[in-house]
């Protein structure tokens, strides 16, 4: 017999074969991941509630409503970061807990580390001090960029948060994202994140349009996985660090899909299925500089793998 006020354990949900891509990458995330990352997993592909996923992320949250604590792990230290409260977002998004107070405090912290233009800086100074990736610059005066700001509105527009901060952050974007010219392929990413959500369709669909064009020109996607060789890798990033078309297009509604036909996103999620490794999680392309982050940063890698291979309807075991 139970014991009187024992909490119940939690059903047992099914269980994948235990070699599929799938049971996989669970092993891997319950070996490496945080709990975050656990709580995610057991969300998107075990039955979970949102709650648990919930009370992971506020161990990362700070009085001022940002997010610190290395929730985005090449930024180490307690501090708020706009990287870390755009990654707060994210996580709330996919569980659709995107509103309500906490989201307004968010709006907040970001309205008080935004630049004069109205955008968000990548990194705010406040970081000093703390470990970080040899890769990130910590400046005095940081301009804002689109790298973050169009990911963050584009988040709370699909969400339909309004706050003042949004007007002048919404025409930062709009502003950015139709003026890139020589562009790098992770603020190609952020212009589609905010493209993906703007209010405007037409425009963005017009932007998207420009923007895939660029992209094919100045080769910023690999659209032939048997010779990496012939796509350059932007300058300062690692030679591993390409991009594809799965990366701009994340699930097939969004306006970057129409960029690429359907060989080359075949292709593209073939080679994406193709990069689990034998611990059964997914590489990350970036420089590794210490072993907690890549860690942390193969966990998230992993679960974008899965959600983006079954977004496209490819079999996870």
Same mark, same amino acid.
């Given at each position: ?25 669970? !092993? /891997?995330?319950?070996?490496? =991941?945080?709990?975050? *990352?656990?709580? @995610?997993? #057991? +969300? !998107? /592909?075990?039955?979970?509630? =949102?709650?648990?996923? *919930?009370?992971? @992320?506020? #161990? +990362? ?257």
């Amino acid at each position: 017999m139970a014991e009187t006020g024992a909490s119940p354990l939690p059903p047992t949900p099914p269980t994948p074969p235990a070699h599929s891509p799938l049971a996989r990458a669970e !092993h /891997f995330l319950w070996v490496t =991941a945080r709990v975050l *990352e656990q709580r @995610l997993f #057991a +969300y !998107h /592909f075990r039955g979970g509630d =949102a709650g648990p996923v *919930e009370t992971a @992320l506020d #161990a +990362y949250r700070n009085e001022d409503g940002g997010y610190g604590h290395a929730l985005e792990p090449d930024l180490r230290g307690p501090v708020s970061q706009p990287l870390h409260t755009a990654h707060a977002l994210r996580v709330l998004d996919a569980v659709g807990g995107c509103g309500g107070q906490r989201v307004e405090r968010m709006c907040r912290y970001l309205t008080s580390v935004s630049t004069p233009d109205g955008a968000l800086p990548a990194v705010h100074p406040s970081l000093r001090g703390y470990p970080a990736a040899p890769f990130v610059r910590v400046v005095d005066d940081p301009p804002g960029e689109l790298l973050v700001t169009g990911p963050v509105v584009g988040l709370l527009h699909r969400n339909e948060v309004w706050h003042a901060w949004l007007f002048r952050a919404t025409d930062f974007c709009w502003q950015a994202a139709e003026s890139l010219g020589t562009s790098h392929p992770y603020e190609v990413e952020a212009a589609v994140a905010f493209l993906d959500a703007a209010p405007d369709r037409p425009r963005a669909e017009a932007a998207a349009d420009r923007l895939g064009r660029l992209v094919r020109e100045q080769r910023l996607a690999v659209l032939d996985p048997d010779d990496l060789d012939a796509y350059p890798v932007s300058p300062g990033h690692a030679r591993s660090e390409h991009h594809f078309p799965h990366d701009y297009a994340r699930n097939p509604r969004s306006l970057a899909r129409a960029w690429f036909t359907d060989g080359e996103m075949t292709r593209s999620l073939d080679f994406l299925a193709a990069e689990q490794e034998q611990d059964g999680g997914w590489p990350v392309r970036r420089p590794h500089w210490a072993p907690s982050p890549t860690l942390e940063a193969r966990s998230k890698a992993t679960l974008e793998a899965l959600r983006t291979l079954r977004a496209y309807g490819r079999s996870l075991g």
